[in-house]
Nanobody
């Protein structure tokens, strides 16, 4: 059974940093794409960053220069380093993995940035 376990969320002051992790287990197919999404209260879920198997990254404009996505293929883990956090980054952050032809989602981790 595929399982994605996220960690690293929490409460931080504006300007601070957090590092999110998402560890995947039970995946037998090749992982092609790993990414992070977020959903703030009353808003739609949005893409934050993606990283494909070739190493190409994609970021939403609002986090460019502040967030960095990376992966450890040996551990089937994707990370999101978040620096210079702003109150508008407050949301539940979800990881998503494309393995084979299937997408898998994590359970979400709360990130709260205080002014």
């Amino acid at each position: 059974q595929v399982r994605l376990v996220e960690s690293g969320g929490g409460l931080v002051q504006a300007g601070g940093s957090l590092r999110l992790s998402c560890a995947a287990s039970g995946i037998s197919n090749r992982i092609y794409n790993m990414g992070w999404y977020r959903q703030a209260p009353g808003k739609q879920r949005e893409l934050v960053a993606t990283l494909n198997s070739g190493g190409s990254t994609n970021y939403v404009d609002s986090v460019k220069g502040r967030f960095t996505i990376s992966r450890d293929n040996a551990k089937n883990t994707v990370y999101l380093q978040m620096n210079n956090l702003k109150p508008e980054d407050t949301a539940v952050y979800y990881c998503r993995i494309l393995a084979g032809v299937n997408y898998y989602w994590g359970q979400g981790t709360q990130v709260t940035v205080s002014p």
